[in-house]
């Protein structure tokens, strides 16, 4: 009977249309599930996601302050007024969380100075030239990704096409220890009902006061990190209803409400130890976002250059995350490619099924990272 109360529910929510999911302006946790959502929608359901909201947003204004005319207009309502520029992260003694900017300009495509000069001081962006019809360029950029990410991510650029004159990356790096470690003693083998079957994977065990909440059918809990100023939320959707049914629904709105919900509970916590790699072209997600043009012979970032015409080719990000017993590592890549265009009751909670985890500041609730689990 509660299962069908909870699926009533649900289903009044999808009947009543999508909930209100404009983020305010300026959020950047708005910014981020938007982002989210949208990188879902134009990915398979039967495939992993981790994507990092805050790296991608940070390339997304570097363009942005390039861009005129309705080319900026477009980036500035996908970015809805949230800004990374002169961010500085802090994860603490116990957490490295770093993130970094870079430029790589063709030596032989000239950048308007105020353009650099914007990007140095406000993203405190590394600006290098390179001979862009050399393979050596494409060793630098990703040698560069490989240092500022621990070596987790070291490709992200393939190679560079002979209309490519600049490429724009941001690296976001954390690896944080659990405030309280999973004992690896108690980890054991369990099953996990993913998308595709039944798997056998490592579960971690921790009975523990967890921040914890029931909302819309869905289960939530808070995992802190070491320091207490960064966690993992994880959240588990209704049994038998898929991640994809709630993602579509998660807006500002409800994330805050969820968040106002956490209360500290005895539970049993069974979570899986897992890791996961995504590489992602994200052209069509900033598209549904409404980025249009800047992917188009009518971009204009004539704030970039006079040399020419650009537009922006590829907007890709790879993410990587492993989480253990100890705690977790998480890594990102995002770059654009721009081109010329010519006794208290204890609750259990076994994550043994598809689940959405978010790596979040636990004060301001800043997304760094988001990810759709449904296989391991």
Not at 11 to 33: H, I, K, N
Not at 348 to 355: A, G, I, L
Request: proline letters at 5%; aromatic letters at 10%.
């Amino acid at each position: 009977m509660k299962r069908i109360i909870i699926m009533a529910v649900l289903a009044s929510m999808v009947a009543c249309g999508e909930p209100d999911v404009t983020p305010s302006e300026g959020s950047r946790t708005g910014f981020a599930l938007s982002f989210f959502r949208n990188v879902n929608a134009v990915t398979s359901p039967q495939e992993n996601i981790v994507v990092s909201p805050y790296s991608a947003g940070t390339v997304l204004e570097m363009l942005e302050y390039g861009a005129q005319g309705e080319t900026k207009v477009e980036l500035d309502n996908a970015l809805n007024g949230a800004t990374f520029a002169k961010d500085e992260l802090d994860g603490g003694k116990n957490i490295v969380l770093e993130s970094s900017n870079a430029v790589w300009i063709s030596d032989n495509f000239s950048v308007r100075n105020r353009y650099v000069s914007h990007l140095e001081n406000y993203f405190g962006a590394f600006i290098d030239t390179q001979n862009f019809s050399s393979p050596s360029a494409v060793r630098v950029i990703n040698d560069w990704c490989a240092e500022q990410t621990s070596g987790k991510i070291t490709d992200i650029i393939d190679r560079i096409t002979p209309d490519m004159v600049m490429v724009l990356v941001n690296a976001l790096y954390f690896n944080a220890p659990w405030a309280e470690a999973f004992d690896p003693d108690a980890t054991g083998e369990s099953v996990f009902h993913g998308s595709d079957g039944d798997s056998n994977v490592p579960m971690m065990t921790r009975r523990a006061m967890f921040n914890y909440a029931e909302y819309q059918g869905a289960r939530m809990i808070e995992i802190p990190y070491a320091g207490e100023k960064y966690a993992m939320y994880v959240v588990l959707p209704p049994a038998g209803m898929s991640p994809d049914a709630l993602i579509p629904y998660i807006g500002e709105n409800q994330y805050k409400t969820a968040m106002s919900l956490l209360e500290p509970k005895d539970v049993v916590l069974n979570m899986p130890k897992f890791k996961n790699e995504t590489s992602l072209v994200l052209n069509k997600t900033l598209q549904r976002m409404g980025v249009k043009t800047a992917f188009t012979s009518a971009a204009d970032f004539s704030g970039i250059s006079v040399s020419g015409p650009l537009c922006v080719d590829v907007f890709k990000q790879k993410c990587y995350i492993d989480v253990t017993e100890k705690g977790t590592e998480a890594a990102a890549v995002t770059s654009a490619q721009v081109r010329l265009t010519s006794v208290r009751p204890v609750v259990k909670m076994t994550v043994d099924r598809p689940f959405i985890f978010v790596i979040a500041d636990m004060e301001a609730k800043d997304i760094l990272f988001a990810g759709k689990i449904v296989n391991i």
